[in-house]
């Protein structure tokens, strides 16, 4: 071996044994996770009880940067056109990454070609709602009067295009009903109208509906997952009330602008895994009315490529479009 060889070499190894370590003491500098939705909602809660975790376990700096609007769509952008160095990262969810792809005429990101997957966190099943005072007492009645009078009863979900709205049009596919669908812009309002009698039925997150269910003030009919939710053990899921194979979630995972590397979030997953194994973090998200999930990169980009055409086909058959 001659003397440029050795030299060759010897750099070569020095670069090699330069990334490992850098690799190694990743990170270096604080992690920006990116919500794309206002802070106190769903998506917000579970990323900072992740990320409060982290930080208290590996002492990792994690600032949580809430930028809603569009649906989530400003927000995933933002993450998709970062510096893929794993220094940002984003909680994605349904809406975002499996909806929205068919929802808006236009995109600004592609949620397969544009986002390394690092781990899914969570999902979280709906729940139909009625008011306490509703002469609705189980989803059999909704039914029956939905048939009596199509089109009569009204279902508020959060807004058109949102997993609620798409999941009330499964249901009434499923059951062959008719429902007027009344959407708001988010969940307050349609609260508000729900327990003033201007609508009478609501497709909710469980952790939006929950205080209301537990003061008394709203009764929850069914669940839209395919087992009973923790909090509400007593309540029947709408697959096991006579709609054999009835399945919708709401699931959150963390992405990362494509490109990012390996080892980074190799780490980034280990370590999230570790947390949601935690006792403690599993209570703190099933009290938000969520299901932990957990598990590899790989097992999210699988996810995220079977739920977009699930999720196309009803948006395409409910005709909700956002140009």
Request: glycine content about 10%.
């Amino acid at each position: 071996m001659n003397a440029l060889t050795r030299s060759i070499l010897a750099l070569a190894l020095a670069g090699a044994s330069t990334l490992a370590s850098a690799e190694t003491a990743w990170p270096k500098q604080p992690i920006r996770l990116i919500v794309p939705f206002p802070p106190g909602g769903g998506t917000d809660i579970i990323a900072r009880v992740v990320s409060n975790k982290l930080t208290e376990t590996r002492k990792w700096v994690i600032v949580v940067d809430n930028r809603p609007g569009a649906g989530g769509n400003i927000g995933m952008d933002l993450v998709a056109k970062s510096k893929p160095d794993g220094y940002t990262i984003g909680l994605g969810q349904t809406s975002n990454l499996a909806v929205n792809p068919t929802l808006y005429a236009k995109l600004p990101y592609d949620p397969v070609k544009d986002f390394t997957p690092i781990g899914t966190v969570a999902d979280a099943p709906l729940v139909l709602v009625v008011a306490s005072s509703s002469p609705y007492k189980t989803l059999a009645d909704v039914v029956a009067a939905a048939k009596a009078k199509p089109g009569v009863v009204t279902l508020a979900t959060p807004g058109n295009g949102t997993v609620a709205h798409l999941t009330g049009e499964l249901f009434q596919k499923a059951a062959h009903i008719d429902l007027q669908h009344v959407p708001y812009k988010g969940s307050a309002q349609a609260i508000t109208d729900l327990l003033g009698g201007s609508v009478q039925v609501f497709m909710s997150s469980i952790p939006t509906a929950l205080s209301q269910i537990r003061a008394g003030t709203m009764r929850p009919l069914a669940v839209t997952s395919s087992k009973r939710a923790d909090d509400l053990p007593n309540v029947p899921t709408i697959n096991e009330s006579g709609y054999a194979g009835f399945d919708a979630r709401t699931w959150f995972g963390l992405v990362a602008p494509a490109g990012t590397p390996a080892p980074v979030v190799a780490q980034l997953n280990a370590e999230i895994n570790k947390v949601l194994a935690m006792p403690e973090i599993r209570k703190k998200i099933t009290v938000e009315g969520g299901d932990v999930m957990g598990g590899s990169p790989e097992q999210f980009g699988t996810l995220i490529k079977t739920e977009i055409p699930r999720w196309g086909k009803v948006v395409k058959d409910s005709g909700a479009r956002v140009d």
